[in-house]
């Protein structure tokens, strides 16, 4: 199996392992997904695309 | 959004860095494999420090607090915070509650609803009512599935507190009724949590009018 395979289902465990987590915490994390997810919709509807978006942030030391 | 370069392996910082008072969201393995052809081997999120304060709490008091006052019958959450209850979090603008009135057929059904909230300080936002920082849509039972959701919904907890959530079954044949994109992800998610299986969806969308659409489901994403 490739390497990048690998990754692939190291980064689904992962994820499939939050679920364990309980509903507080995980609506905890939802609202700091939402304020992620806004702050990157916004950054990239000002640069219009994902590799404006890479630049832009590097470019504010984020 | 920055890379660094270690050894064989690159991360992906994400958002604030520490230095900012910020905290780590998640750590883990990630590819991530776009126009830029990046290959991540560890990605790392970072976003502001949150106060602590989970809102949510706020929203499940006033729940409560109008179930008890009998503006509503009774209420469930549903939608993305209820389907958390089952699988790993996932981001969402607003907190969704079905609303089960006395007077339905009422011309303003959610004036009630609405005043109730004014009256505690909540004050609506566009389609919605703003609770802290989430902004919460009150939607009326609009079938007999919906009906049937809260009246059969379960009791939840979050944060100490007990709260009314729709079930995993009736959440997927709600979701199956809608029938978006968003909406088959979110079965798909329930399944994969295990948190319902197929036969228990069936047996909701059999009772409501949803087999041939349910039969479509499985074709195109259960390979049945």
Redesign the interface.
Known sequence: MSK?NT??E??AA???A??K?S???????????????L?MRRTSKEHG???A??ES??KYG? | MTQEKRGQHTTLHVGLRPSCGSVTLGRGAAVVDGDSGWLASEVYIWTRRHDGENHMKAVVELLNEMKKAGVVQDYALFGAVAQMRYTEPIATLDADILVLLKDATAIDVLSQIYRFCRERGYLPREEAVLVGDWPVQFIPTFSPLTEEAVREAETGEIEGLSVRVVSARHLAAIALSVGRARDHARILALLESEAVNRDEIERVALRHGLQERWTNFKRRFLDE
């Open positions: 990048r990754l692939f190291r980064q992962w994820q499939r939050r679920a987590l509903w507080t915490e995980k609506l905890r994390l939802a609202v700091i997904l939402r304020e992620l997810a702050s695309n994902a590799a978006v890479v942030l590097a984020r």
